[in-house]
T-cell receptor, first 115, second 113 residues
Framework: SQKIEQNSEALNIQEGKTATLTCNYT??????LQWYRQDPGRGPVFLLL?????KEKRKERLKVTFDTTLKQSLFHITASQPADSATYLC??????????????FGKGTKLSVKP | DTAVSQTPKYLVTQMGNDKSIKCEQN?????MYWYKQDSKKFLKIMFS???????INETVPNRFSPKSPDKAHLNLHINSLELGDSAVYFC????????????FGSGTRLTVV
């Protein structure tokens, strides 16, 4: 069966450290993978998209890697701040013979950054 | 100037009632979606719709129906509400050809009593 798994339900780190979140998938061949941030009582907010032919993408303190062989994406937040505390969701669009399906989401990892 | 707006934000209703949630996007996107987020925070696709095609997730009961009066609106109608329908419902939109991220509304918390 097809699955998207975010290994940790929760991750606690100290301010200033790098947070690393993991997303693994099985039985998908996505053309791209996305990461979202969700705060309590709010809708998910798009952060980054990485395509299958890209190994790494950066945006300010965020970095995403995509390994289609391992079927894994890593999401890094460097120099983390308490304001980075939120739930982070991994999402991919299944590739159905060249056409994209709708975004499928992982269950998310709740990140807490302690001062 | 909210990009994707949903109303109402909260909805409390009794079992068996029929209710609607409205969604509007002002981004000019070609596709709109409804997602359901349950108590375990799992976000699950219900529908996607553009002016050509409605895609329904096979697990969605037929008590749920999307209605799109125009490209900027996708409303969600729910008939004969059940306790298990209690959840947060999110509307979203995207421009599929660009392959960019989805823009989500702030959600509607539906509570069926």
């Amino acid at each position: 069966s097809q699955k998207i798994e975010q290994n940790s339900e929760a991750l606690n780190i100290q301010e200033g450290k790098t947070a690393t979140l993991t997303c693994n998938y099985t039985n998908y061949s996505p053309a791209y993978l996305q990461w979202y941030r969700q705060d309590p009582g709010r809708g998910p907010v798009f952060l980054l998209l990485i395509r299958e032919n890209e190994k790494e993408k950066r945006k300010e303190r965020l970095k995403v890697t995509f390994d289609t062989t391992l079927k894994q994406s890593l999401f890094h937040i460097t120099a983390s701040q308490p304001a980075d505390s939120a739930t982070y969701l991994c999402a991919l669009a299944p590739n159905y013979g060249g056409s994209q399906g709708n975004l499928i989401f992982g269950k998310g990892t709740k990140l807490s950054v302690k001062p | 100037d909210t990009a994707v707006s949903q109303t109402p934000k909260y909805l409390v209703t009794q079992m068996g009632n029929d209710k609607s949630i409205k969604c509007e996007q002002n981004l000019g996107h070609d596709t709109m979606y409804w997602y359901k987020q349950d108590s375990k925070k799992f976000l699950k696709i219900m529908f996607s719709y553009n002016n050509k095609e409605l895609i329904i997730n096979e697990t969605v009961p037929n008590r749920f129906s999307p209605k799109s009066p125009d490209k900027a609106h996708l409303n969600l109608h729910i008939n004969s509400l059940e306790l298990g329908d209690s959840a947060v419902y999110f509307c979203a939109s995207s421009q599929v050809t660009q392959g960019y991220g989805y823009t989500f509304g702030s959600g509607t918390r539906l509570t069926v009593v």
